[in-house]
């Protein structure tokens, strides 16, 4: 099911309804056993189809949104990141502290300590790992060491309101705040996927129950029945 698009999921219970109109069309004639495909069922799918399709849609917007928010709160991270380091320059910090620092900056620029060489002559690529540490959390983890190295200089006393431990500490907040309003947002999103998975492509869901309707339709209609070659020109994908 992952290989199917979410076009193709709204086009699976859109072919529900139509094939529910050919159903209803036919009236009385159209009297099976199966409770599963009886009239009234097939109302209550075509609206469960449609429920779950519209809350993925609805989950979906809100992970899109929240991860716009946390890539718009994370933008400014790198060069914040270098002011800080050349605000510990100019007021004086050790060598040492300033070496420190450098650690905490250089993962969250995604630079290494020691630059890899590489042959060009190689037939293959060399396959090295990656310590960039660009994740988010990892972002969030390498900042947060920045900050905290400058907060123990009594010398780090900058002027730029942004720059001040007070500032910092509250965008990590904030950089906490988004990243978990990603996590959130994409349990959400998975959860309302399942959910819609289940409802279209379970035991009972739309397209088996669609392979009991047709079965119905070609035993009580015939294959050669206006009303079975209509519900074989609706097509729908597992």
């Known amino acids: 099911m992952s290989k199917l698009n979410e076009t193709g999921h709204e086009k699976n219970v859109a072919n529900l309804e139509d094939l529910i109109v050919v159903c209803n069309g036919c009236g009385a004639s159209y009297n099976p056993s199966n409770s599963l495909i009886k009239p009234e069922a097939l109302s209550a799918l075509i609206l469960s189809g449609q429920t779950a399709i519209q809350q993925v849609r609805l989950t979906k917007a809100a992970y899109d949104n929240a991860t716009n928010n946390r890539e718009m709160a994370f933008e400014p991270l790198k060069k914040l990141s270098t002011r800080i380091m050349n605000s510990m320059k100019a007021m004086g910090v050790s060598s040492q502290t300033l070496d ?8 969250i620029q995604g630079k290494r300590a020691v630059a890899v060489t590489v042959d060009p ?34 010398s780090y006393q900058p002027n730029e309101e942004e ?5 910092l500490n509250a965008l990590i907040e904030r950089l906490k705040a988004a990243n978990t309003a990603v996590i959130q947002s994409a349990n959400a999103l998975a959860n309302a996927r399942d959910q819609r998975d289940t409802v279209l492509y379970g035991d009972t869901g739309i397209y088996n129950v669609v392979n009991l309707v047709k079965a119905y339709l070609k035993s009580a209609f015939g294959t050669d029945s206006p009303t079975y070659k209509q519900v074989t020109a609706l097509h729908f994908r597992n």
Do not use: C, P, Y
Not at 100 to 107: I, Q, S
Not at 124 to 140: L, M, P
Not at 163 to 167: E, G, M, N, Q, W
């Open 100 to 107: 420190d620092a450098k650690t905490a900056n250089r993962k």
């Open 121 to 154: 002559l190689a037939k293959e690529a060399v396959k090295t790992r990656s310590v960039s540490q660009q994740g988010f959390d990892s972002q969030i983890e390498s900042f947060s060491n920045l900050v905290q190295t400058a907060s123990m200089q009594a």
């Open 163 to 167: 720059l001040k431990i007070t500032s």
